[in-house]
């Protein structure tokens, strides 16, 4: 039985002429991906996560390490945006065009964008809601994306698909836990389609608890919904419905046609 020491045969822990500090440096970047080499908010390593006795050439975890791991799973969690939305701005199409019909509702978004990290310090969201194809989405994008050029964590999901991950989490407390553990710790949540899932004692209780948990961590949410607030509140329930209202504030409306089948390439002209 190998009790853990190298055998003959074994790559060694670390290249000859590299430091344990070094190979532990190493180490802490696989792991950490991103947040490897940040200092030490504790001054107690040299950023590796560890603190290492050059004395016994020993290393026992900082009291950064934890912090650290837990920064690096909300970061795997995190989002990005959507090839189809990585290009918006509120200067040209489709914004330019919602902001003809919506300019107070635009005006708002751009509002919250330009103080993003003031917003998210405080826990302020946005909830934006209308019919089909006006613009939520697009709206709630430039959003998260302001978030993430401002260095924060955003996670992106359409309703269905956050519960779907729910489900796969189910296997275990721990996972299930461990899930909403992250999705309370990322800066900003944003759930797309509100309302959209099929209506369980269940799928109430799961979106309660993400909802509840960020309200009480002061941490913000952009929502987009199909559905009016009173409609919205007999499908999800007035407690849920009522933390959003405090996390978001009121709902921003959105109205008119389909854009979506407006801004459709139109067909080649036939041949004479």
């Known amino acids: 039985m190998n009790d853990g020491s190298p055998v003959e045969g074994d790559p060694p822990l670390f290249d000859a002429g590299e430091t344990l500090g070094d190979s532990l440096r190493v180490r802490a970047r696989r792991l950490d991906g991103e947040g490897a ?3 030490c908010p504790l001054g107690e390593c040299d950023g590796s996560g560890f603190v290492i006795d050059a004395a016994t050439n020993t290393a026992s975890d900082c009291r950064c390490r934890a912090a650290r791991i837990s920064r690096s799973r909300t970061r795997r969690l995190a989002g990005r945006i959507p090839r189809r939305y990585q290009g918006v701005s509120f200067d040209r199409p489709p914004v330019s065009d919602i902001a003809k019909t919506a300019p107070d509702q635009v005006q708002a978004v751009r509002r919250y964008v330009k103080e993003i990290d ?3 310090e405080r826990g302020s969201g946005l909830w934006i809601g209308g019919d089909v194809g006006t613009g ?4 709630a994008m430039l959003v998260s994306k302001a978030a993430l050029e401002a260095g924060r964590s955003v996670a992106i999901y359409s309703l269905p698909r956050l ?4 489900r796969e989490s189910m296997d275990s407390t721990e996972g299930k836990l461990d899930l909403l553990d992250r999705l309370t710790a990322v800066d900003l949540l944003h759930i797309d389609d509100l309302g959209a899932e099929n209506q369980t004692e269940w799928v109430l209780e799961q979106l ?3 909802v509840n948990a960020r309200y009480e961590a002061e941490r913000a949410i952009v929502a987009t919904s199909n559905l009016m607030p009173d409609e919205l509140a007999d499908r999800l329930g007035a407690r849920t419905v009522s933390r959003l209202v405090e996390i978001c504030g009121d709902l921003l409306p959105l109205f008119g046609s389909d ?3 407006e801004f459709r390439v139109p067909a080649s002209p036939e041949r004479a």
């Open 259 to 261: 854009m979506r089948r």
């Open 136 to 139: 939520k989405t697009t709206l």
């Open 118 to 120: 003031r917003n998210l």
């Open 37 to 39: 080499g940040e200092a």
């Open 208 to 210: 309660y608890s993400i």
């Open 163 to 166: 519960l779907n991950i729910l």
